[in-house]
């Protein structure tokens, strides 16, 4: 009964199990990454993107100070720590200190001496009592505390990198460089893969071992000698030279996506354009191409994933002035730069780079497994 039609496979499940697992794991940091994005540097310091709907508890740093009440047993001095700038934000104190060395070693509601004589209470609501022998001078008691802060969630990172000088040209510089660095290696591919399925012409075994040759050639070996060609030839670094890179490193695999698609297409086909008188480009051009559309797609959404999140082959082929860098360049660049530890602005411009390949993925995703194996089944 295993092999009757309709029935399903016994390991199913196990199949089932693995696509959830494998979704998961690619789910995990992307959303990690999109709640970070709407956090600023204080929340992603105090506690992980995976706690944000929930209260973090931070440590603030503050004076208190104000006229004292003399009192017979010393000048009082109180008040609330939430009225302080200082402790904008904060929630409920859970600890407080009045040295570096253990700014929370005391519990709230607790009593401390203070170094210079006197106490200090701090309750957890945020009120304290001050007593010190003498007047309190004007620069006042340093204190250290913890206190719970509730979630807050801001638009103020996607406005600090959408807004951000140069990052508005470096995203068109962007679809400059990867829009014809997708089409250019797809059409010179097409023809290529044409040629290399269906006409007879002496070293075609020849090319074909080549291109498969150079699927496993590094690109960084040819970088080098390649700008070093560009600058002979007199178009350097430029949106000419990168799309010619971009062009000669994807071909290899364009081709060879391209050349196994095309040489599964029934034969009966071809052969019967040719008896009805049809030449190679109209077989080419009204059959192969329309027939061939989920492989060119396939490769379009590698091509186009590949080009957009490169940084390398833009550092070596685009100009070094700012107003020819593409995002990649600008956030390692500019904003990883000046702003390293500013965590959700990385985070908002690492998300706004991929927002755009997650979209044509997911817009394309259906053709990219009807490319990726075809010719592999007769």
Known sequence: MEHIAGHKPALTWVVRICVTILVVLWLIPTVGLLVSSFRDRDDISASPWWQAPFPAEQTFATRIAGEAVQQADGYLLTGDIHDLPEANGAGRITAFGVSRSAPTGIAAGDTTDLPKGGTLTVHPDGSFEMLTPEAPDAKGQRLYFAAEVPPEFTTANYESVLYANGMAQAFINTFTVTIPATIIPILIAAFAAYALAWM??????????????????????????????????????????????????????????LRNYMAGLPKDIIEGAKVDGATDFQIFTRIILPLSFPALASFAIFQFLWTWNDLLVAKVFLPSDSESWVMTRKIADDLLGSRGGDWGILATAAFVSIAVPIAVFFLMQRYLVRGLLAGSVK
């Open 200 to 257: 007879e012409f002496p070293g075609r075994g020849l090319i074909i071992a080549g291109i498969v040759g150079l699927l496993v050639v590094p690109l960084q070996l040819a970088l080098v000698p390649l700008l070093r060609l560009h600058n002979d030839i007199g178009i350097g670094q430029s949106f000419v030279g990168i799309w010619l890179a971009h062009t000669g490193f994807g071909l290899p695999l364009a081709i060879y996506l």
